[in-house]
């Protein structure tokens, strides 16, 4: 699990020299579109701290007392949050022209949930 969150790190640096070159390029789409410029913005960075987030919590989910399935869902539950809450962001507004999100924002909801039931998880493990 620990090797595919230390794959999407490089995809976390491309996002950012993504959203660098629009802005230096004043891109169409981007900068005249708050809304789509907000939640791109919202993805990197999220993307960017729970990827780190869940690299440390991988640490600690062999150190619970929880069952190997328990453990699995942990792992697993907290890994999906840093692919599920950008992704939500990002295509839910992925057209320029978009100035609402549309249903694929319900992944970066999909993603909170997976976070706190991996997190609880984890944390009730480690007690």
Same mark, same amino acid.
Request: net charge positive; hydrophobic share 60%.
């Given at each position: 699990?620990?090797g595919?969150?230390?794959i999407?790190?490089?995809?976390v640096?491309?996002?950012?020299t993504?959203?660098?070159?629009?802005l #230096?390029?004043? &891109?169409?789409?981007?900068?005249?579109n708050?809304?789509? %410029?907000?939640?791109? @913005?919202?993805?990197? !960075?999220? *993307?960017?701290?729970?990827?780190?987030?869940?690299?440390?919590? #991988?640490?600690? &989910?062999?150190?619970?007392?929880?069952p190997?399935?328990? %453990?699995?869902a942990? @792992?697993?539950l907290? !890994?999906? *949050?840093?692919?599920?809450?950008?992704l939500?962001?990002?295509l839910s507004?992925?057209?320029?022209r978009?100035t609402?999100?549309s249903?694929?924002?319900?992944?970066?909801?999909?993603?909170g949930?997976?976070?706190?039931?991996?997190t609880l998880?984890?944390?009730?493990?480690?007690?």
């Open positions: 699990m620990a595919v969150l230390l999407t790190v490089p995809l640096a491309y996002g950012g993504t959203l660098l070159t629009f #230096m390029r004043n &891109v169409p789409g981007y900068l005249d708050p809304v789509r %410029r907000g939640l791109w @913005r919202a993805g990197h !960075a999220h *993307a960017g701290v729970l990827v780190l987030f869940a690299l440390v919590a #991988m640490l600690y &989910v062999d150190q619970t007392g929880l190997e399935p328990a %453990r699995m942990a @792992r697993v907290i !890994a999906a *949050a840093p692919i599920l809450m950008p939500g962001f990002f507004v992925l057209r320029p978009d609402r999100p249903r694929l924002i319900w992944l970066a909801v999909a993603g949930v997976s976070l706190a039931a991996g998880t984890l944390g009730v493990g480690l007690l």
